[in-house]
């Protein structure tokens, strides 16, 4: 059995101004992505310029905040956000939701698609190999505040979470952080390596990471407030990964079909 080692979320202050590990995981990872997208725009034929890809990062950061908050209100906050709007919406607030941010990011692609004449699938091909290093990132930023652990376990490598209670639980965002950061990179990369059929890679990422959050929603504990939503097994966030492998499927059914590169 294991224990958390019980960190402080805090990483440092200046003066009344606090600096969490969460907010450091989130900059570190939209630097990575940055630098990797810039190595992809800068290949012979990719048909980006490196000095754009500041651009695209910025319309994702604000894609990812204010999709991942309104997501965490709307799918996991939902009295709370009918009871008390502005409490629910406030940027301050801490909670973000993967689903909701998302969302987020796909109306940043198509905003900065309609700017710089691309179509929303050439953005969206283009950026989504780098995406799983900010999930990666944001699952370390989990595991360093001591949340979304696993449900109660007896695996020899089963961790105690100080919010946990004293039983130990699968270590969760660890699992998501291999799954969702370093597996899924490596093969969304690998599969955008060579040509691919125009929303074949979107579609990739999609499925990948809607099958994978499907599977390790089964040791994650449920949301206290929610529990399972249907059949006693159930969680909301297999829910809401339910339209992505579907969706997932269609694009690369289609991408394959239509072989428009």
Same mark, same amino acid.
């Given at each position: ?42 290949? %012979?034929?990719? &048909?980006?310029? !490196?000095?754009?890809?500041?651009? +695209?990062?910025?319309? *994702?950061?604000? =894609? $990812? #905040? ?95 979470? %100080?919010?946990? &209670?004293?039983? !130990?639980?699968?270590?969760?965002? +660890?699992?998501?952080? *291999?799954?969702? =950061? $370093? #597996? ?78």
């Amino acid at each position: 059995m294991l224990q958390h080692p019980n960190f402080n979320p805090i990483a440092f202050e200046i003066g009344p101004f606090t600096v969490a590990w969460y907010g450091i995981m989130y900059l570190l990872a939209f630097l990575i992505g940055w630098w990797l997208a810039k190595y992809r725009a800068a290949k %012979p034929g990719s &048909g980006w310029q !490196p000095d754009e890809i500041g651009d +695209i990062v910025f319309y *994702i950061v604000v =894609g $990812v #905040i204010v999709g991942g908050k309104l997501g965490s209100a709307l799918f996991y906050q939902t009295e709370q956000l009918l009871s008390d709007p502005l409490s629910a919406l406030n940027p301050m607030r801490g909670g973000m939701s993967f689903h909701g941010g998302f969302i987020g990011v796909l109306v940043a692609f198509w905003l900065y698609g309609r700017t710089t004449k691309r179509s929303f699938f050439q953005v969206a091909d283009f950026i989504a190999p780098a995406f799983p290093i900010g999930l990666g990132a944001g699952r370390l930023g989990n595991f360093i505040n001591g949340e979304l652990y696993g449900r109660v376990t007896d695996v020899p490598w089963g961790m105690v979470f %100080p919010a946990g &209670g004293p039983e !130990p639980r699968h270590p969760n965002p +660890i699992y998501q952080m *291999i799954g969702e =950061g $370093v #597996i899924l990179f490596c093969l969304v990369w690998w599969f955008s390596s060579k040509p691919r059929p125009r929303m074949a890679v979107s579609g990739f990422f999609t499925l990948c990471y809607g099958i994978y959050r499907f599977l390790v929603e089964f040791v994650r504990e449920p949301d206290a407030h929610l529990g399972f939503i249907a059949m006693d097994w159930l969680t909301m966030g297999q829910l809401l990964s339910l339209p992505m492998i579907i969706i997932g499927a269609a694009l690369m059914f289609f991408a394959y079909k239509n072989q428009k590169v």
